[in-house]
């Protein structure tokens, strides 16, 4: 198994900057892909970036120049670097790793989530 604790999150201004940091834990050379979701009231969670072991990103269109994703060489610590935020990106990010359990199958892991507030 894995395990996963986030932190960084809190209240910032509009324009402002915050940085996400996630690490892992247990297994985690069975680690493939990780990533960033996030949850706003009522809607449903989205993928924000992710990163896989080769250090290949994606991002979702609405932070893409804004939002960095990264990986420590040992691939236990995703960090994501915010700026340019705004108030819609207020939602409990939640970072996810993807794990091989064996040959051929994956499964997903989450953090506790970390509640992300931007002001206007």
């Known amino acids: 198994q894995v395990q996963l604790v986030e932190s960084g999150g809190g209240l910032v201004q509009a324009g402002g900057s915050l940085r996400l940091s996630c690490a892992a834990s247990g297994r985690t050379s069975r680690i493939n892909a990780m990533g960033w979701y996030r949850q706003a009231p009522g809607n449903e969670r989205e993928l924000v970036a992710v990163i896989n072991s080769g250090g290949r990103t994606n991002y979702a269109d609405s932070v893409k120049g804004r939002f960095t994703i990264s990986r420590d060489n040992a691939g236990n610590t995703v960090v994501l670097e915010m700026n340019s935020l705004k108030s819609e990106d207020t939602a409990v990010y939640y970072c996810?790793?993807?794990?091989?359990?064996?040959?051929?199958?994956?499964?997903?892991?989450w953090g506790q989530g970390t509640q992300v507030t931007v002001s206007s």
């Open positions: 996810k790793a993807q794990v091989g359990v064996v040959v051929g199958i994956l499964a997903d892991y």
